[in-house]
């Protein structure tokens, strides 16, 4: 996800303080990965270089001064372009996971072991995000039926590969 492009998008309902921007999206986006505030800032600082943001404010607070920064016209044409363009599908053709089976083919370690192990990871993260989408709201159902689409495609490609470690253990080792 481009963190430019999303605070230029959540920018472009109110002008906002940093903090807020990183509040936001922490709550909207950041649920499994929150983001650090060095992080927020820096993006701040690019999108001002770059004139898609200016600050709007500066207010004394507590500590340091706050900037309110507010998207410009550059940013919200940035903004919809970003959102216009499709995002690249991303085929996972050289996964970890596919290079540990042949590693462990070629090592004489168990590959079946290996494929098992993942196998219950992967169901223990899907009775995970079964929970949260079971807890959450709207938004948090939706990523989590994201993610769990994704897991189910990977045990499927489990269980074909565990199907066939035969046939790739004479490729790999011929």
Request: proline share 3%.
């Amino acid at each position: 996800m481009s963190i430019g492009q999303t605070f230029l998008g959540l920018l472009e309902a109110t002008p906002r303080h940093g903090y807020d921007i990183k509040r936001l999206y922490d709550e909207r986006f950041g649920h499994a990965r929150p983001l650090a505030y060095g992080q927020v800032y820096a993006t701040l600082s690019r999108l001002l270089r770059s004139g898609l943001v200016e600050v709007e404010a500066v207010e004394p607070g507590e500590g340091p001064e706050r900037k309110r920064y507010a998207i410009t016209d550059a940013g919200v044409t940035d903004v919809a372009g970003w959102l216009a363009r499709a995002e690249k599908p991303e085929p996972y053709l050289q996964s970890t996971l596919y290079t540990k089976v042949v590693l462990a083919l070629l090592t004489g370690r168990s590959a079946a072991d290996l494929l098992d192990v993942q196998r219950a990871e992967h169901l223990r993260m899907m009775r995970e995000l079964t929970r949260r989408k079971r807890d959450g709201d709207l938004a948090e159902q939706l990523i989590c039926d994201h993610a769990l689409f994704h897991l189910e495609a990977d045990l499927r490609w489990l269980e074909l590969t565990a199907a066939r470690l035969d046939e790739l253990a004479k490729a790999v080792l011929a």
